[in-house]
């Protein structure tokens, strides 16, 4: 995919408005594992915790907060896409339910291609968009390893965007990827509120890649500086990124981390 050819670049031009959605707590996120296997797409493993499940509940009301308060400009008409894996699926199921715990009688909003009033949970689910352009990162050997072991990663990612060390999937590899999934997005859809649910470096890449976008500087393997929390909502806004966190350097790996 050319880099002119990156929709992300020009964030302002885009047809539709992206929220960012970070899946809520996980079984691997508890066992301190990095789970980001492509295999898992689809399956069971690494669901949600029970935690997980309110913090997703959570980030459906917070969603109706942003799309109901007129300053933020944001589409009634909202679309769904999301990851494939345990995690992302479940988010987006409990997020949807949290969306629609807030209705009230006036409101006026579409979601997943239909009007919310008197449409259950499970069919508006049914209606969303799974792709693997959105899938976790692929950490390569240290997949199934300790939390820790970013620490062989990320500060490589900042010097050399594509680093493929241990077989990880590189930071430019991946926002090529996210780029496809967006070009997806504005293919399908116009003037909608497009959610994306995703995994932390998936929709850090992404977002720190879309707000710098063309001629606003910086590096886009900083994108660790940007920690998404677990639940945590954001809009893509380009010349928008949060207040960088220096994250400390992690435990370096050791044998008995294994």
């Known amino acids: 995919m050319p880099l002119d050819n990156f929709p992300l670049k020009n964030v ?29 797409s689809n ?21 109706y907060d942003l799309v109901s308060t007129p300053s933020h400009q944001l589409n009634p008409t909202i679309q769904f896409v999301s990851s494939p894996f345990a995690r992302t699926r479940q988010t987006t199921m409990n997020a ?28 508006l689910n049914d209606a ?33 965007t594509i680093n493929t060390g241990f077989g990880c999937e590189s930071v430019d590899e991946v926002y090529e990827r996210v780029n496809k999934g967006i070009a997806l997005c504005e293919r399908r859809w116009s003037q909608q509120t497009v959610v994306i649910v ?27 500086d940007y920690r998404f929390k677990n639940g945590e909502v954001r809009v893509l806004r380009q010349g928008e990124l949060p207040e960088a966190e220096k994250m400390e350097p992690p435990a370096r790996w050791s044998q008995g981390n294994n």
């Open 96 to 123: 949807i339910d949290g969306f629609l715990s807030c209705l009230d009688p006036a409101d006026d909003f579409s979601l997943n291609g239909q009007v919310c009033d008197g449409v259950s949970a499970d069919t």
């Open 198 to 224: 995703s995994h932390a470096d998936t929709l850090q890449i992404l977002q720190t890649g879309g707000a710098r976008g063309e001629g606003k500087g910086g590096n886009i393997g900083d994108f660790s």
């Open 128 to 160: 969303t968009v799974y792709t693997d352009f959105f899938r976790e990162r692929f950490f390569g050997k240290l997949d199934g390893m300790k939390l820790s072991t970013y620490a062989y990663v990320w500060p490589v990612d900042k010097m050399d």
């Open 43 to 63: 399956s069971k493993k690494h669901p949600l915790t029970e935690d997980g499940v309110g913090q997703s509940f959570a980030a459906g009301k917070a969603l």
């Open 12 to 40: 302002p031009t885009l047809k539709n408005t992206y929220i960012l959605l970070r899946h809520g707590q996980s079984t691997s996120n508890v066992e301190g594992i990095i789970s980001s296997d492509p295999s898992l």
